[in-house]
């Protein structure tokens, strides 16, 4: 007995169609998944909102990113990075303390490595979405204040430039000219 299939009948046709729909839909967010996790976020949290601890915030962030980009310059994948990062956390703890203390702040800092939620943000042309990803934490004093997150590994968000600052930088634009040119 031969099966036959009416594929005229717009059942069938609707049918396939959600199906493949379907498919599409979770390859996609099982890719969305597993992209989450090719990035490590850095997470700086002031110890309050006021004016000072702000600033001083973004001293600590400084140091933090001048601290870190040599060290991950060159990392190529996710977990040499978060190695690298957590046999660097004394240091960048200790670095933290300095900063603080230099300027008059004696709460000290926390720093760890840990999963945390994140919202969707913007680092120049690459949008991350919402979700949950590992992350390098620095808590200065309580770390109730407004914090600071970018993307520590890989650099999407922080580059030295010229003259000490900081500038945007693209790993996906870099690897596309690499591999395919201007």
């Not at 990035?39 to 601290?67: P, W």
């Not at 703890?93 to 709460?107: C, M, P, Q, W």
Request: aromatic share 12%; glycine share 6%; charged share 25%.
């Amino acid at each position: 007995m031969k099966l036959k299939l009416k594929w005229k009948n717009p059942v069938y046709i609707v049918t396939a169609f959600f199906v493949i729909l379907l498919v599409v839909i979770l390859v996609l967010t099982a890719c969305a998944q597993s992209e989450k996790r090719e990035y490590l976020r850095l997470h700086m949290r002031a110890n309050s909102n006021s004016q000072a601890d702000q600033d001083v915030k973004y001293e600590v962030r400084d140091a933090v990113i001048n601290y870190l980009t040599p060290l991950l310059d060159d990392v190529t994948d996710l977990d040499y990075a978060l190695k690298v990062v957590e046999e660097n956390t004394d240091a960048l703890e200790e670095l933290s303390r300095r900063v603080l203390e230099k300027n008059g702040f004696f709460y000290g800092a926390t720093v760890r490595l840990a999963r945390e939620e994140f919202p969707a943000r913007t680092y120049g042309s690459i949008t991350l979405p919402d979700g949950v990803y590992d992350a390098l934490i620095i808590e200065l004093g309580s770390g109730k204040g407004d914090n600071w997150w970018c993307v520590a590994f890989p650099p999407l968000c922080f580059v030295s430039a010229p003259g000490g600052d900081f500038a945007y930088k693209s790993i996906i634009a870099e690897l596309w000219q690499k591999y395919f040119g201007k």
